[in-house]
């Protein structure tokens, strides 16, 4: 049998409630077929709290070893000043993010059928967004100076390299491709000239290879409208890394809800493990409770077994969160541990 080296971050809140069930119905869909070494790593927000350490290099040099990562949600409750400055997403998340190259945050969102999307009208929404990883204002290089002062000064910077820009663009361009071929470039080249005009030139670039491809330019303030008045007209968009992260956010909720949505982080170029992850965090809210909805820590596994060269256990998942949702509406609101126990037995029968 193969085997799959994975590394497992449940992290904090209801990470670990997701993960558990994502690893149930994992186990379930690759049967006797693939063998799953796990490595948990305890890895987050209370992790920190209780040691001191968020990120070591020993760890992360273990971490960057695995075939992939499968990752919870990271960080505590935003309220929480002993966590303030976000030093575990930082320190952590985007520590892993940039450290592993992973260039490509692939998010897709799909309205399933019989899921109740908060749009009167959803139409057909099946749509990707690429959003570029590891650059833009997420680099970190801002600073500040007269602290505290009346005059204090506050930068954020945001990065864009040629090679950057480029190496997402293309990604983007490569999966219009095997897609419904249209691609919307999302940005703000009206205010942010520099960034926005070389995203601009290197779309119309990689363009010029991708004859079959109809290229589309939105703002990203127009954006939120449409993904709101008509998400049906989307197909792939490729952004940079802050638009990503919110028009994601917002993707999600249009698709039926952040606990379905699914993410990863990928370097293509297969030289770092690819990790994946719900798009949602840690939601101290609910956490405890058991009632967080592990659809989206699920999909993220199964893009993690698509990704790792295992499509049809992948596709097992798909199927079986796709019966599962189609089974929701108007029934009782169940546990986490019952959604996915009613994944798993669904993936079971297509084995
Ligand atoms: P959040 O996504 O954790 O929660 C937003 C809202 O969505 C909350 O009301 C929450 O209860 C709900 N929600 C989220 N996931 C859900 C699920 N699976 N089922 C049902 N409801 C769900 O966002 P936040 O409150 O802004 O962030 C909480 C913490 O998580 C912060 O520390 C933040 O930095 C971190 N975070 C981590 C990641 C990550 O690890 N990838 C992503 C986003 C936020
Ligand atoms: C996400 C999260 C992260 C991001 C945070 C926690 C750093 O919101 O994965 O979408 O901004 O990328
Ligand atoms: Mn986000």
């Given at each position: 049998?193969?085997?799959?080296?994975?590394?497992?971050?449940?992290?904090?809140?209801?990470?670990?409630?997701?993960?558990?069930?994502?690893?149930t119905v994992m186990r379930a869909a690759v049967g006797e077929s693939l063998e799953v070494r796990e490595t948990h790593y305890p890895l987050g927000a209370s992790h920190y709290l209780a040691t001191g350490e968020i990120l070591s290099d020993?760890?992360?040099?273990?971490?960057?070893?695995?075939?992939?990562?499968?990752?919870?949600a990271v960080g505590g409750?935003?309220?929480?000043?002993t966590l303030a400055g976000g030093i575990i997403e930082r320190g952590l998340l985007l520590k892993l993010r940039?450290?592993?190259?992973?260039?490509?945050?692939?998010?897709?969102?799909?309205?399933?059928?019989?899921?109740?999307?908060?749009?009167?009208?959803?139409?057909?929404?099946?749509?990707v967004v690429v959003r570029e990883g590891t650059e833009g204002p997420y680099v970190g290089n801002g600073g500040a100076i007269r602290v505290g002062t009346p005059h204090e000064v506050a930068n954020e910077t945001?990065?864009?390299?040629?090679?950057?820009?480029?190496?997402?663009v293309r990604f983007a361009f490569a999966e219009?491709?095997?897609?419904?071929?249209?691609?919307?470039?999302v940005h703000k080249t009206n205010v942010l000239v520099h960034a926005g005009s070389l995203w601009q030139r290197t779309v119309d670039r990689v363009a010029a290879e991708h004859p079959e491809v109809r290229v589309d330019y939105l703002h990203v303030d127009a954006t939120m409208i449409f993904l709101?008045?008509?998400?049906?007209?989307?197909?792939?968009?490729?952004?940079?890394?802050?638009?990503?992260?919110?028009?994601?956010?917002?993707?999600?909720?249009v698709g039926g809800g952040i606990g379905i949505a699914a993410s990863g982080n990928l370097d293509p170029s297969g030289a770092h493990p690819s990790m994946f992850e719900p798009v949602h965090g840690s939601a101290p809210d609910i956490a405890g409770r058991g009632i967080a909805d592990p659809t989206a820590a699920i999909l993220s596994a199964a893009l993690l077994l698509r990704h790792t060269g295992h499509p049809e256990a992948a596709e097992r998942i798909e199927r079986a969160v796709e019966a599962d949702l189609a089974s929701r509406s108007g029934a009782e609101a169940r546990s986490t541990e019952a959604i996915g126990a009613s994944i798993a037995a669904a993936v079971r029968?297509?084995?």
């Open positions: 049998t193969r085997t799959l080296d994975l590394a497992v971050i449940p992290g904090d809140g209801i990470g670990p409630e997701v993960i558990g069930e994502a690893l020993d760890t992360l040099a273990a971490l960057g070893q695995h075939d992939a990562i499968l990752l919870g409750d935003p309220r929480d000043p940039f450290a592993l190259d992973h260039h490509v945050n692939l998010r897709p969102t799909r309205l399933y059928p019989g899921v109740s999307s908060p749009l009167a009208s959803p139409g057909d929404i099946d749509f945001s990065v864009n390299t040629a090679y950057g820009v480029e190496r997402v219009a491709e095997r897609r419904r071929k249209k691609l919307t470039l709101v008045t008509d998400p049906a007209r989307f197909d792939v968009i490729v952004t940079d890394n802050l638009f990503g992260d919110i028009v994601t956010d917002l993707a999600g909720a029968q297509y084995s």
